[in-house]
């Protein structure tokens, strides 16, 4: 008994310390962000101490396009719905995933982005419906576990919805067309 609330302990502890590993940062759109990840290939060994996610909210359909500027190239995924701890060995960067918390994150893009000294990242996510997404991003080189700088730059077109009185006055126009032409078709 002793011996299994040791294992126990011990894998609340390992648990609790990948826990406290990930960046989780809100971001508002369309923003910049300049970060560094703990190393270059937390992408490709699924480390999430090496990835940084970042939580950020649309009230309204937005088209969404991210890019990162770095010496090494980087893998970014997009999820729906919000992350609010480090969901350590249950993270997939393909995929839906469940933290430990309970949280449901839906899987919707991204780029594994492997190309050596790539230097730029894109990912378009075209356009989004209101919520709460998440995007991850870290190093996907694995050349060396030296830590790699980044620039994000987060872009955000909002649908643009026509304005009361303009839908008006086109129905008036198209309105008066059509009745300019029965008139001319009686003459």
Not at 74 to 103: K, R, V
């Amino acid at each position: 008994m002793k011996q299994l609330i040791k294992a126990i302990a011990v894998a609340s502890l390992m648990i609790g310390s990948f826990a406290a590993n990930a960046g989780i940062m809100p971001i508002s759109l369309p923003s910049s962000y300049t970060g560094t990840v703990a190393s270059e290939d937390g992408w490709l060994a699924g480390d999430t101490s090496a990835i940084d996610f970042f939580v950020f909210s649309l009230d309204k359909e937005t088209e969404i396009s991210f890019n990162i500027d770095a010496l090494t190239s980087f893998g970014m995924s997009l999820y729906a719905g919000e992350l609010s701890a480090d969901p350590s060995f249950l993270f997939s960067n393909s995929s839906d995933f469940i933290t430990f918390t309970g949280e449901s994150l839906t899987y919707l893009t991204g780029i594994d982005g492997f190309t050596p000294n790539a230097g730029e990242n894109e990912l378009d996510a075209g356009w989004l419906a209101a919520g709460v997404y998440t995007l991850a991003l870290g190093g996907n080189e694995g050349i060396s576990f030296a830590s790699a700088a980044y620039t994000l730059e987060a872009i955000a077109n909002a649908a643009q919805v026509p304005e009361p009185g303009t839908f008006i006055l086109t129905i008036m126009g198209v309105a008066a067309l059509i009745q300019r032409k029965k008139r001319n078709a009686y003459k």
